[in-house]
């Protein structure tokens, strides 16, 4: 199809046409990122497609579908939606810290009882945070995105739902909707003055916050990560086991199904946070670096899709998903090789866990939707909806 | 429509700013991914082989395997101390979820496991995270299956098989192997206190330490080198695969072969029945100690293990003491088995054996001395057949107690020997010097009146069986100074007696007259005559009885009969064989065996010496050449006898003044 035929009128809003304006390489990324996830699963599993890898690929199918779905919604919609969603998200983490409707476990409020199930709501917030944002800047001049007070809204947009998620507590969860705000802010051309009066801040108060303001147990991983001997069985027993994980596969690695420290559980959490320790020891250095530049790729090739849409709302929720994935993948990466604290930051598309997947899914759901109808015009200015 | 809120190049700028921006953004991701691999590359490249390490650090644990114990042989190569498979049941703490659960279903299969629970509990808590520890040992086959088919419901608890000390005679040679245990925290800190690192073997749970006699000695040489397991475990610690190429065998300990004859030791432990006493047998030619039995025995099995604290307490608080090794840690007075010593220090000095003294019933010396019989004039093979303590207390006054004193130390009295064993008790050799150094009643002065009983082999002198066997050899082989020896070889390598024989310093001729007298006593008209007969033809055993008094009488009967078991007197025999050529001595404590060396020593020497004569080949060959048949052999000896008055001389009382025996 050429573009003198797209451009033809009506022929975008085609379904077929719509699906081949999807973009496969993308895709086609993901599945092998998730594959490869499957089954490093069924390696750690002892061999087994239980109780993992089956799962996994499972849940992948069903949120792979979900995404080529989410793809053909018009991206009018999902401006529409934008508000709706961060509200109900909002809503539904205030609920949490109501006492009974909250869900505890492992010593942390994250999970909120709707009746039959239960949902975490800081997951929705990742791409509720995304889109508000993008609905907000849609609306908002070049003057107030770059140092204007407007950006107070921004700021309580990305504000409200990181206290009410760090509060949980759930660190991961609350930096990354933080981080990601903050790279839509900056993408959206947040001034430099501001820039770097935050990180002139963030240097003088960020230690204090660690000494003072932080659980026990966070401020006890962010003190063992800086020393991890100091305590080699506990805390730092899960850094040290994952860089002896990695050490140890060399090159080319043990090979699949042959990773001791995998495969005889010295490896803590090996199916969830963990899992790129498994494949750098089975599949080497080649394979780990192969891994990271499929990863690489999909950040890349997102952004491009991010930058080639007309509408701005488009743009930035684009890129905000872009921001959140590649967050994920660089903390977590950073994490499994000893350069961050462990802070539970699951690898996206490779480690067990459908929260994340389907968050995940929705979010490049939400990318192919923007690549579809990257010729979309949305209404301007500030509407509520 | 009202006035646009967003201008047309405010739209231009917000699209070039937010693509600058991305790139960036699409930079700095890009970087961070660089830097991943870049770290990526550092620790799976640059320092990949210390990584690798670890891994298999990890990966692999070396597990002690404990080496099987050295076998104890005895001459002629009958296993006396060895290992058998045992089946036992582990508990590993890490891995049980809850101990006292587990405990309580453990004591549901095993229901005496519940009366140790305390005892298991400190055990195991003491024990490090991932290692077994023994809970209990020597499973039935019903137990091992009952135990391995409830294992799923059972976490941390696991039933194995290992080689465990056993003693295929039991009592039999309790004393002198003695016996393994558990390491104590007391053996770990006499390590230390020596300034020596204690071997981790010591602390595997199924190592055992040689306790008492040969094991104790000998302990380093039965203990064998540790091996290893190289087994791949996971990250509890649990054992995934062995690794058989990366394993080290354990060692076995040394051979350890004893001088000892099962047959013969066996034997000896057999005839003492309930009676308390010890026996010691030895080859009079080159010390080989044939058998040392202490009575009553204990089974050595039980220490194994772990002895209940019950049993030990019965064991410890029985007054016979079947503890104590009385062939070496139990000293008793000779009594009138010293007589020929007492004999021997005379004619070094010159008295003429063939002189007589008469003897009216009576001796003399501040007070009077009685002896058991009127035995009128003897000279000195007389004197020893009939035992008669006027005799000796006349020559002992005679020479004195240091003339006395000499002889006996020559003979192998006040010493202990170099058989490769502790816990000998040298005894007590009285002479001047020794009175001066414990005086009595503050006055260091020997008085004349401890003379006479010292003749007679009572007063402060105290010896022990081993010594009397060695001061029987000495005088059945006639010429050299026999030394006894015990351990015959270790690890093949064969052992010589401690100390080199020398010549003994007195005329063979003197020897010969004391044997003369002793072969007097076994035979007619002597004091052990009817129990000493062997019935083996020409083979015969000449003897000497003794009995030491064990307190004063006061007005009470000497015969013992009626008197509770510890006031009766100790009974004593020493016999060697065949009296034409010597090859075997045997000395027999009876403690509290009553009146009368003759009564209970020599019909245990007689039942003893007659398994180590028919075990030697050359006499068995002689005594079947000869054409005798044991028993009829016997029958003719015993009807001889009855016809012979034998009472009155067989009985042997040596009377010490109480003032000295006090």
Known sequence: MTASAISRPGERERFSTKLTQIDWRLAALICVVAGTGGLMLYSVGGGSWSPWAAKHMIRFGMCLALMLV??????????????????????????????????TAMGATRWLNIGFTRIQPSEIMKIGVVLALARWYHGASAKEASFHWKLIFPIGIIGLPFLLVAHQP?????????????????????????????????????????????????????????????????TGYHIMQSKIALGSGGLLGKGFGLGSQSQLEFLPEKQTDFIFSAVSEEFGFLGSFTLLACYAGIILISLRIASLSHSHFGRLASSGVTATFALYVLINGAMVMGLAPVVGV??????????????????????????????AELPKGHGLI | ??????????????????????????????????????????????????????????????????????????????????????????????????????????????????????????????????????????????????????????????????????????????????????????????????????????????????????????????????GGNRVEVDARGRVVAEDIGGSRPAVQGQEVILTLDADIQNRALEVFGEESGS????????????????????DPNLFVSGIPSKAYRALADYERRPLLDKALGGTFAPGSTFKPVVGLAAMKRGWDPSRRVVCNGSFFLGRRFACLGRHGAQDLRGAIKNSCNVYFMTIATEFGPDAIAETARDLGFGQTFDIGLTGQKAGLVPDREWRR????????????????????????????????????????????????????????????????????PYDPQMLKVLRD??????????????????????????????????????????????????????????????????????????????????????????????????????????????????????????????????????????????????
């Open chain 2, 1 to 226: 429509m009202s006035e646009p809120s967003i201008f047309f190049s405010d739209v231009n700028e917000r699209q070039g700013s937010f693509l600058r921006r991305t790139f960036v953004f699409g930079g700095f991701s890009g970087l961070g991914i660089l830097a991943l691999v870049g770290r990526l590359a550092q620790l799976q490249i640059v320092q990949a082989q210390e990584y690798a390490t670890l891994s298999s650090q990890n990966q692999f644990n070396f597990r002690m395997v404990p080496p099987p114990r050295g076998v104890i042989k005895d001459r002629n190569g009958v296993v006396i101390a060895g290992n058998r498979p045992s089946f036992r049941v582990l508990v590993v703490r890490d891995e049980t979820k809850d101990l006292d659960q587990t405990l309580d279903l453990l004591g549901q299969l095993l229901p005496d496991t519940m009366d140790r629970r305390r005892a298991i509990i400190r055990e195991v808590n003491a024990a490090s995270k991932f290692n077994p520890v023994p809970v209990k040992s020597d499973l039935t086959w019903e137990e091992f299956a009952k135990v391995n088919q409830y294992a799923p419901e059972l976490p941390g608890v696991m039933a194995d098989m290992n080689e465990a000390r056993y003693y295929p005679f039991g009592g039999a040679f309790a004393h002198v192997i003695g016996y393994v245990a558990k390491v104590s925290d007391r053996d770990v800190q006499a390590i230390r206190d020596k300034g020596q690192q204690p071997p981790a073997l010591l602390f595997n749970p199924s190592f055992r330490i040689g306790r008492q006699g040969i094991e104790k000695a000998l302990d380093q040489d039965l203990r064998g080198q540790a």
């Open chain 1, 70 to 103: 989410l793809s053909m919604i018009n991206i009018r919609y999902w401006f529409s939606m934008a508000y709706p969603v961060y509200g109900v998200a909002l809503l539904m983490l205030a609920l949490i810290e109501i006492p009974g409707l909250g869900y």
């Open chain 1, 346 to 375: 699951p690898m996206p598309l490779l480690s067990y866990g459908g929260t994340v997947m389907l968050t995940v899914m929705i979010g490049f759901g939400l990318v192919m939707a923007t690549r579809v109808h990257r010729y």
């Open chain 2, 517 to 662: 007298g002793m072969e007097a006593v076994t035979d007619v008209g002597g004091t052990g005559f009817r129990n000493s007969q062997l019935g083996l033809g020409a083979v015969r055993m000449a003897g000497k009885t003794g009995t030491a008094q064990a307190q004063n009488y006061g007005a009470g009967s000497r015969k013992g009969a009626g008197r509770p078991w510890a006031q009766k007197d100790h009974n004593l025999f020493i016999a060697y064989a065949p009296t034409d050529n010597p090859r075997y001595a045997v000395s027999v404590i009876v403690q509290h065996g009553g009146l009368g060396g003759g009564t209970a020593g020599a019909p245990r020497a007689r039942e003893v010496m007659k398994v180590a004569l028919l075990k030697d080949p050359d006499i068995r060959a002689r005594i079947e050449h000869a054409g005798f048949e044991a028993p009829e052999d016997a029958g003719v000896r015993e009807a001889e006898a009855r016809g012979e008055p034998i009472d009155a001389p067989a009985v042997d009382v040596a009377a010490p003044p109480p003032e000295v025996t006090q």
């Open chain 1, 170 to 234: 759930d660190l991961g969860s609350a930096m990354l909707i933080g981080l990601t705000g903050a790279a839509i802010m900056f993408m959206a051309g947040l001034s430099w003055k501001i820039i770097g009066a935050v990180v002139a801040a963030g240097v003088a108060f960020v230690p204090p916050y660690v000494m003072f303001g932080m659980h026990e147990y966070q401020r006890h991983r962010v003190l063992t990560f800086l020393d991890p001997e100091a305590d080699p069985s506990g």
């Open chain 2, 437 to 504: 150094r414990n005086p009595v009643r503050g006055d260091g002065k020997w008085y004349p009146g401890e003379t006479p009983s010292y003749g007679i082999g009572q007063g402060a002198l105290n010896v022990n069986a081993l010594q009397l066997a060695v001061y029987t050899s000495r005088i059945a082989n006639g010429r050299q100074a026999v030394m006894p020896r015990l351990i015959k070889s270790i690890g093949g390598v064969e052992q010589k007696a401690g100390t080199p024989f020398g010549e003994l």
């Open chain 2, 279 to 298: 026996c010691v047998v030895m080859d009079v030619r080159n010390g080989d100690i044939l058998a040392m039995v202490s009575s009553p025995s204990f």
